[in-house]
Every structure is written in structure tokens, then in C-alpha cells.
């Protein structure tokens, strides 16, 4: 029997867990064990590749075995992974080691994310899929707290007791645990509706090698419809309205917050001779990875809010304004190095606050420039070139905070806001609003 809510709100939690591992946890982790700005931005920046290329093989998850084999595959690679990275990190290999294991797990969740969302559409009604789209939403968010929130504290609270090494290696091997129960789940409850799983086990030898010959000429039909359906879907994106002004929006509107991202939780634990706040663990895990999520879910939904009164035209510069002035909090940050929590979480909040509704804008206007001729493939497109913009200037920021130190790389970060107000200058938003 298909009962969403037994499935619908944890498939959702779990799509968090990797990504915020991958993205988060990564980048604490290795501030931790030693990396420089450099170093950690680096490398890390590399494992949003697969978000990247991610429109290349989502064909192919669509039409090669089923939604569901796929999410309990991934699912389970992700908590090896996991796993992998916590046997990992008490070997003098650790470094590259972790960082394949990542990349590993970068890929499962990418793989992930386009089964769980087919799945989602295949196996709700129309009526249902409006009903938890709000779940699946605040499921992923809950994720994302308790992965760089409650996780974070976790490998603090260890760091104290056991040292910086193995409470990592214990906070991973946790978490992988959490993603095979999780797996476990799934497959109870998950409904089996697509027709091409659970075949019968006992077939002749001969029915066997003619479903494996039909199987063999059936993949490759599907891969060429594969590979047919990619290319009409770049016609499909070339031929866009507003295509160039598109392109350099979508690339270049995050450009000031990939740095900071990237660099925000670093600043926050690096010590006072650093330029950094010398926060401890824990303060991070509840002051960027909880209070910080719940100002980030707040000024979403506050943004959406207003737009679904008013229209996108009438807000999009104040939701630039507010995804670029918040990031002033930084320079302040860097500037006079306070030492009281309360002002960092203000910060931090405020500055969250602020994104959360200004990406609202953003958003939007992905959903927009998508509407038309295979809308949902051309939104993949958007998503990838989305993750470039962030893998890109994520790769230079550790290099530049080095470089210029802390004060100086967040009025940088401050500066390249302008890039965000030309592009921003550039998009019709009435003409992709009404379309």
C-alpha cells in the first residue's frame, strides 16, 4: 500500500544528509584537522561537479532500472561512503582518501536527487504532490539542521573527549549508520510501483537469456532515446527568450556568495591571530548550522510570501538588496573579531535572514526561464550551471582569504556584489514573469 507520509518526509531528510555532508561537514571537518583556506576551498569546491554534470546522466537514472532501486542503491553507497571516510580518517592517507569517499558520495546524492524527485512525481497523484510538497520541504530543511547543526555540536562535544581525529571518524561512522537505517526504511516502505522491479527469481534457462537478449536490445534503444531527448532539450534551452542575459544571471548572481559560503564557517573557527573568531565547534554547529538554517527557511518563506501577493517585479530589487547588504555583517566580523556569542548568532541570523529571502528572486527566475517546451529537463540545465556558479569562485575564495586575510576578502566579497546588481540590471523580469 502506497501511504506517502511513511515515505514522502524521510526520503527527503535523507536527500539532505549527503548533500549537506559533502558541502558542510566537509569543509568544518578539514578547518579542523589542519587544511589551510586554501587547501579545504580547493578541494572541496571540486565535489560540486557532480551537481554540475548531473542533466548528463539524469536520462539514463530515468529510463535504466527504477526510481526505487535507484534511491536504495544510492542510499546505501552514501552510507558507505560514510563510513569509508570515518575508517579513513585515522590513516596517515587520510586526505585523499576522505576526499574520494566525498567525491563518492557526491555522486550518489546527485544520482540521488534525480530518483527521489522522479519518484516523488510517479508515485503521488497530483492532489498529493501539492500536499506534501510543503513536508518534503520542511523534511530537507530538518535535514540540513540535523546534519550541520546537531552533527556539527556532536563532533564538538567528542572533540573535547577524544580528541579532533576520532570524533570526526565517530561522528561520520554515525551518521553513515543513520543512512542505512534510513535505507532500511525505504525498503519497507516505499511502495514498489514500477513495473520493471521484482521479476520472478525462478525462470528457465532459456526464458533467462532471451529477457537478458530483450534486456541488452531495450538499454540501447533507451540510451539512444536518451541521447535524442538531451539534444532536443539544448535546442529547447538555446532557444530560450533573454538567453545570454540568462546565462550570465544564472552563472554570476551567487558570485559574491560562493566566497562567502565557503569561507564563512572556516573565518568562524579559525583562531584570533588568524583573523578568524576562535568559535568552537559546537558554537558553530548551533549558531551557522541551526539558528542559521531556521533565519535561511524563515526568509524563504517569507520571501515567497510576498511575491505570491505582489508579483516578482515589484520585489526583485529589494530581494537583491537583501541577499547582498547582509554580507556587510562579515567585514564587521573580521573587522572587530567580538567575542560574545550573541552577536555572532545576530549576525549570522540576520545575514541568513536576508539570503533566504533574496534568493527567493533567484529561484523564481529559474522556474520562469524554464516554463515552456521540456521545462522540466531545461530546469535541470539551469541547476547544474546553478552549481557552477557556485563550484567556481568557491575554488579561488580560499586562496584570496589567505591572500588578503579575513577583513580584506569580505570587502572583496562586499565589492563583488556589483556583479550581482548587473546582472540582476540585465533580465527582463516582467517578460519572464508573464511568459
Not at 230 to 257: D, M, S, W
Request: proline share 3%; charged share 10%.
Amino acid at each position: 500500500m502506497n501511504r506517502p507520509v511513511t515515505w514522502v518526509p524521510s526520503l527527503y531528510f535523507a536527500e539532505a544528509l549527503p548533500y549537506m555532508a559533502v558541502m558542510t561537514l566537509s569543509g568544518i571537518m578539514y578547518t579542523k584537522l589542519g587544511l589551510s583556506n586554501t587547501e579545504l576551498a580547493f578541494y572541496t569546491s571540486w565535489l560540486y561537479l557532480p551537481w554540475v554534470i548531473k542533466p548528463l546522466w539524469s536520462p539514463l537514472v530515468d529510463s535504466m532500472r527504477t526510481n526505487r532501486w535507484w534511491i536504495l542503491v544510492m542510499q546505501c553507497l552514501v552510507g558507505a561512503a560514510l563510513c569509508s571516510v570515518a575508517l579513513t580518517l585515522r590513516t596517515s592517507w587520510w586526505l585523499m582518501g576522505s576526499l574520494a569517499f566525498f567525491w563518492l558520495m557526491a555522486f550518489s546524492s546527485a544520482t540521488h536527487d534525480i530518483a527521489a524527485d522522479g519518484f516523488y512525481i510517479k508515485g503521488l497523484d497530483e492532489k498529493d504532490q501539492a500536499l506534501f510538497v510543503g513536508i518534503r520541504s520542511t523534511a530537507y530543511r530538518i535535514g540540513m539542521i540535523f546534519c550541520q547543526g546537531a552533527m556539527v555540536v556532536l563532533a564538538g562535544w567528542l572533540e573535547m573527549r577524544l580528541g579532533i581525529s576520532l570524533a570526526w571518524s565517530i561522528t561520520m561512522a554515525l551518521l553513515a549508520a543513520v543512512m542505512i537505517l534510513l535505507a532500511l526504511w525505504h525498503y519497507t516502505f516505499i511502495p514498489r510501483i514500477e513495473s520493471s522491479e521484482n521479476s520472478g527469481f525462478l525462470e528457465s534457462a532459456e526464458s533467462a537469456e532471451n529477457k537478458k537478449s530483450s534486456e541488452s536490445i531495450e538499454s540501447t534503444s533507451l540510451i539512444k532515446e536518451s541521447v535524442a531527448s538531451f539534444v532536443l532539450t539544448i535546442k529547447a534551452f538555446i532557444n530560450k527568450p533573454q538567453l545570454l542575459a540568462a546565462l550570465f544571471f544564472i552563472l554570476l548572481f551567487r558570485f559574491p556568495e560562493a566566497q562567502l559560503a565557503k569561507m564563512a564557517q572556516p573565518f568562524m573557527l579559525r583562531p584570533l591571530e588568524e583573523g578568524g573568531l576562535n568559535l568552537g565547534t559546537i558554537d558553530v554547529g548551533v549558531i551557522y548550522g541551526t539558528v542559521g538554517v531556521i533565519a535561511l527557511l524563515v526568509g524563504g518563506i517569507l520571501g515567497g510570501f510576498v511575491v505570491s501577493l505582489h508579483g516578482l517585479k515589484r520585489w526583485w530589487w529589494p530581494m537583491i538588496l537583501a541577499i547582498s547588504v547582509p554580507d556587510l555583517v562579515y567585514i564587521y566580523f573580521a573587522a572587530f573579531q567580538p567575542s560574545n556569542s550573541i552577536v555572532v548568532c545576530t549576525g549570522v541570523a540576520l545575514e541568513q535572514l536576508g539570503y533566504g529571502f533574496g534568493f527567493t528572486a533567484y529561484s523564481l527566475f529559474l522556474v520562469y526561464f524554464s516554463r515552456g517546451e521540456r521545462s522540466t529537463s531545461v530546469f535541470s540545465i539551469c541547476t547544474g550551471l546553478q552549481a557552477l556558479g557556485m563550484m567556481l569562485p568557491g575554488m579561488i575564495a580560499g586562496w584570496m582569504a589567505d591572500a588578503l586575510g579575513f577583513v580584506n576578502f569580505f570587502i572583496w566579497v562586499a565589492l563583488c556584489c556589483v556583479v550581482t546588481f548587473v546582472v540582476s540590471a540585465f533580465v527582463k523580469v516582467e517578460a519572464i514573469e508573464k511568459k
